[in-house]
């Protein structure tokens, strides 16, 4: 299949569009069931290796045949960058505070960066540092983070926050590669079960180090907080997650990245939209700087007649 950018800047967009929609219904699940976030993520990434891989092996198992190599590939990416990840991004909230949180975890489009460069010999160019640098600063603001009150992180809330990045940067890099050749529902089939896979170790691990009144496995407890986390895993998870693994056949993992900061000033106008808060006038000003940001190379690279 021939790439097609445009294609992927719309897949990405609609994917990091997607995606904001999962923070507030975690956050809900949470406060309003008390549900541990380890056992959000456990369940949730398991339902979609389910749903994935189930529907797979009824409607296409033939897509599943892609080889020893790339499962082991697809294992380890599972292990790191959904497993792990989630892990990870649960602790630095729990350390820096959600928004901290967030200004971290949108590093990660840098790492892919950098990776891309080390590992496929995609070039940098000066108008994607210019970009990142636009929507990390973007981000920043579209969280508040220049508030006294959020500001806070310690060396390790910094360095758990970073390692997120990182984790979710496998993803990215290894996702680019596999692209042309793997369907995106497989890959998503190996890398949640192995991510889930993940969790339930740690769980398991947290039960014996921590112990409850109510194993980290089996904590949710009502049908109702089933059907939520159920609807959030099957809904804007696993479509945000397939979205933004298809765009990666049309466009590099540095753009695509890039393009899912997006998420930032969507998750906050839903929060606006549902719980009444109001934008501050930074805030707007921020999500400005994303949207310039995330149409900056393509601008560029229509005026220079190159790619991007």
């Not at 921590?210 to 904590?219: G, L, Q």
């Not at 945000?240 to 890039?258: D, Q």
């Amino acid at each position: 299949m021939q790439p097609q950018p445009h294609t992927g800047y719309t897949l990405s967009a609609l994917a990091a569009v997607v995606w904001a929609s999962t923070a507030p219904g975690l956050a809900y699940l949470m406060t309003q069931y008390a549900t541990p976030g380890l056992t959000l993520a456990l369940w949730r990434d398991l339902l979609i290796a389910l749903v994935c891989g189930g529907g797979l092996l009824a409607f296409r198992p033939s897509l599943l045949h892609i080889g020893r190599r790339a499962v082991g590939h697809l294992a380890l990416t599972g292990m790191v960058s959904i497993g792990i990840y989630h892990a990870l991004w649960l602790w630095s909230v729990t350390l820096n505070g959600a928004a901290i949180a967030v200004v971290l975890i949108y590093t990660y489009p840098a790492f892919v960066t950098l990776g891309a460069w080390a590992l496929f010999r995609e070039p940098i160019k000066k108008v994607h540092l210019a970009a990142l640098a636009l929507a990390l600063a973007g981000c920043a603001l579209v969280v508040r983070a220049y508030d006294p009150a959020i500001l806070r992180i310690s060396w390790l809330g910094a360095m758990v926050g970073l390692l997120t990045a990182l984790t979710h940067t496998v993803y990215v890099l290894v996702g680019q590669r596999n692209a042309p050749s793997i369907s995106p529902w497989a890959t998503l089939a190996y890398t949640m079960t192995f991510g889930s896979l993940t969790l339930l170790a740690l769980a398991l691990a947290a039960d014996q180090l921590a112990p409850m009144t109510r194993s980290y496995i089996w904590a949710i407890e009502t049908p109702a907080a089933w059907a939520i986390l159920a609807i959030i895993a099957i809904g804007p998870t696993l479509g945000g997650y397939a979205l933004f693994t298809l765009s990666l056949r049309h466009i590099p993992g540095k753009v695509a990245g890039l393009i899912s900061v997006i998420e930032a000033p969507v998750a906050t106008l839903i929060a606006v939209t549902l719980l009444g808060e109001r934008l501050e006038a930074l805030q707007i000003a921020g999500m400005g700087m994303i949207l310039v940001a995330v149409v900056l190379p393509r601008l560029v690279a229509q005026i220079e007649g190159a790619p991007q």
